[in-house]
């Protein structure tokens, strides 16, 4: 995570990867309500009026071949 957001912050880095976990559910995914409040917070600090829908920044299609990829190697969280 510190490299894909390019900081040396790890005390940053950690608060937001403790939120993320925290609205994750087992299967990687999110459910609407929280990502909607996610991309609403993100307006407003951003300033962003414009209408955005979830899909056009979450795209959890590939879970469903992935976990089945997993599930035929045997792979367990």
């Keep these: 995570?510190?490299?894909?957001?390019?900081?040396?912050?790890r005390e940053t880095v950690s608060a937001i990867?403790?939120?993320?976990?925290?609205?994750?559910?087992?299967d990687g995914t999110s459910e609407d309500k929280v990502l909607e409040a996610v991309i609403d917070d993100a307006q407003?600090?951003?300033?962003?009026?414009?209408?955005i829908r979830t899909a056009d920044f979450f795209d959890f299609s590939v879970l469903p071949k992935a976990r089945e990829q997993l599930?035929?190697?045997g792979w367990r969280p």
């Design 17 to 26: 990867y403790d939120a993320s976990v925290r609205v994750m559910t087992r």
């Design 44 to 51: 407003r600090t951003a300033g962003v009026k414009k209408e």
């Design 1 to 9: 995570m510190i490299q894909f957001l390019r900081t040396k912050d």
């Design 71 to 73: 599930k035929v190697i």
